[in-house]
Nanobody, 123 residues
């Protein structure tokens, strides 16, 4: 399985960016896809996730109402639309995949990871 993120960049506070995650090698739709970010320093925080089959989504409290995760199963893409960006949203954003038959996705353990894309929010 391979995951490739794109769409990162620099943006002013209040601006928007849309990240993309291109998935390849998936032979079944029974995956959960998560978005995580790593700010400068230790630790990686869960941001959002989506169940590929159903489109069910979940968000961290810090991004609820500002970020929207979506998927395009025909083209094997997952997107993270980020609005009203804040400086604290700065970090490297990763998409990750976990085989899971569950109806609801979470922001816990994921097995497969992309290499990340940098987002920098600053005036």
């Amino acid at each position: 399985l391979r995951l490739v993120e794109s769409g990162g960049g620099s943006v002013q506070p209040g601006g928007s960016l849309t990240l993309s995650c291109k998935m390849s090698g998936f032979t079944t739709p029974y995956y959960h896809i998560g978005w995580f970010r790593q700010a400068p320093g230790p630790g990686r925080d869960g941001v959002s996730c989506i169940v590929l089959e159903s489109g069910q989504t979940n968000y961290a409290d810090a991004v609820k109402g500002r970020f929207i995760v979506s998927r395009d199963n025909v083209n094997n893409m997952v997107y993270l639309q980020m609005n009203s960006l804040k400086p604290e949203d700065t970090g490297i954003y990763y998409c990750a995949a976990q085989y899971d038959l569950g109806k609801y996705c979470g922001l816990g353990e994921y097995r497969f990871w992309g290499r990340g894309t940098q987002v920098f929010v600053s005036s």
